[in-house]
């Protein structure tokens, strides 16, 4: 089964239009091995049928297929731990001292491509060493979300190969993940239970009532174009607090005339407190 220049153009036009993922010319081999399988198992003779399938259906099913199938979920445990380093000695303790000054105990994190979970659960695993004993009487959580069904199930199961393990911690295994069979850990009850994992896309209005403290969108914006990312970033800012931090991946540029947030360190970005 060929994928024609054409079949090729509807999908890129699709992925765009919907997702706002800009795919390059090369792209069209990764296409074709990423949706062969399933166009045949749907039992379409073509891309072309596929395609049609997705267009006329009204519920939106054929094109979660597409999107889970186009993902790519490349991630790990406290992948550029510089973050997480600078997460832990400098946002978390700015933000409780200002939360402390109001008075409130409302922290509010979106880790806004939460994949199959490691970077919500690193997230989360350094919320709970930095507060310890006090998180509990915070009103505090983690908002994670992603485009695909299919990681967010991996996601809310929160179930792991001893060898993605090895990225975390013996210390922070034992205290936060339990055995789980077949050479695989789960994270304890307890940790699950404070982040809320939930399907949202990116180019969807966002529908939050409250500002957060901190917003993770990393390694999500290399797939948008330069129009793409520059309307997503206005809007992450009018999502983030006053002295609030936005974090995106390392390999992700943002222009200054794009950016209306401060600049801290590469990648890391802070809203005035004047908002």
Not at 69 to 81: L, Q, W, Y
């Amino acid at each position: 089964m060929k994928l024609t220049n054409q079949e090729f153009e509807k999908i890129r036009s699709l992925l765009h239009d919907k997702f706002g993922i800009s795919l390059a010319d090369h792209k069209m081999a990764m296409v074709t091995g990423r949706l062969r399988k399933i166009i045949m198992q749907k039992g379409f003779s073509s891309f072309s049928e596929f395609i049609d399938s997705v267009q006329e259906d009204g519920s939106g099913r054929e094109l979660q297929v597409l999107i889970d199938r186009m993902s790519t979920n490349h991630t790990f445990f406290f992948r550029e731990k510089q973050h997480f380093d600078f997460f832990s000695s400098h946002i978390l303790p700015e933000i409780t001292h200002s939360l402390d000054k109001k008075g409130s105990g409302d922290l509010r994190i979106w880790c806004a491509a939460a994949s199959t979970g490691e970077e919500p659960y690193s997230i989360m695993m350094t919320m709970l060493e930095f507060f310890k004993d006090r998180y509990r009487g915070l009103t505090a959580g983690l908002l994670a979300t992603d485009i695909s069904s299919r990681v967010l199930e991996d996601a809310c199961a929160g179930i792991y190969e001893d060898s993605k393990t090895k990225g975390i911690p013996e210390n922070l295994r034992k205290r936060y993940l339990q055995p789980a069979g077949n050479d695989s850990w789960q994270f304890k009850e307890f940790v699950r239970k404070e982040i809320i994992f939930r399907k949202f896309n990116l180019m969807n209005p966002f529908p939050f009532k409250k500002q957060f403290n901190v917003i993770f969108c990393r390694n999500v914006m290399i797939y948008f174009d330069t129009a793409t990312r520059k309307e997503l970033i206005k809007r992450l800012y009018q999502a983030t607090a006053p002295g609030g931090y936005l974090l995106v991946g390392h390999s992700e540029s943002i222009r200054s005339s794009d950016c209306p947030y401060d600049y801290v360190q590469p990648a890391i970005f802070r809203k005035g407190e004047s908002g």
